[in-house]
């Protein structure tokens, strides 16, 4: 079995949009594809699940977010995985540099 891809984790965010659990990505496993709808509510809720993902799934997720959800949800998901950054620092020195940076480009800039 190949890797996650963009399109998994796509399919995933369309199947918890649809309010599905029972769906999962052709070429992923059920397991992988649980973890990330899982992720994918958490987000969505504004909190974080305390496992770490890939940049991959960060961007994808938060990408559909931004075009599905809107800001409030988007912002939320931001805090959340900032807040999990600053964990992931102060208590196993995991500087998660790209994550970070991910992250902030999606940060929405506020009207001046």
Known sequence: MAGITRQHI????????RGRQDAFPEGMSETSALMTMQLIRS??????NNR????LTYDVILYFFRENYGEEIL?????ALEQY?????KVY??????HRE??????????R
């Open 10 to 17: 796509l399919e995933c965010c369309m199947v918890d949009k």
């Open 43 to 48: 987000l969505k809720a504004g909190r974080m």
């Open 52 to 55: 770490t993902a890939s940049l």
């Open 75 to 79: 912002r939320g998901a931001i805090a």
């Open 85 to 89: 950054f600053e964990k992931a620092y």
């Open 93 to 98: 020195g995991l500087p998660m540099r790209s």
């Open 102 to 111: 991910l992250v902030n480009s999606y940060k929405i800039e506020k009207l």
